[in-house]
């Protein structure tokens, strides 16, 4: 019988399911800012293990860290390549996915405030 805080519908339930009780959802609730109880692995976002304290680090190729500093810069690629179009150097766009925090550039005022902004991160590296 789960508590209830739970059948209230106030408080989110753990996700794992046991396989004592034929794979079914457990009944306790979840810990803070996770999905699943403490005896199913919750910990703390706070203090979980990141970088180089984390188990399956390896070289640091694919630390989130790293992997958004890699998203940023594609971003600056991309926005690169939308100036070049703007401006009529290039004529086609490299494929792929959008990177996260890209803005399309389509007029020539958003390449004057892109390449300020392109200054400022340069001068403040
Ligand atoms: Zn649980």
């Known amino acids: 019988m789960p508590l209830p805080a739970i059948r209230n519908g106030t408080v989110k339930r753990c996700k794992a399911r046991t396989k004592s009780r034929n794979l079914e959802q457990c009944l306790c609730p979840a810990a803070y800012g996770t999905t699943v109880c403490n005896k199913h692995g919750a910990v703390h976002p706070d203090k979980r293990a990141k970088g180089k304290s984390h188990g399956n680090y390896k070289k640091g190729a694919y630390t989130q860290d790293k992997l958004q500093q890699q998203t940023e810069q594609i971003a600056v690629l991309r926005n690169l390549e939308d100036a070049l179009i703007v401006l009529g150097s290039i004529d086609n766009r490299t494929r792929g996915n959008k990177p996260n925090g890209y803005k399309d550039i389509q007029t020539l005022e ?16």
């Open 110 to 125: 958003q390449v004057g405030a892109f390449l300020l902004e392109l200054e400022n991160i340069k001068t403040s590296d």
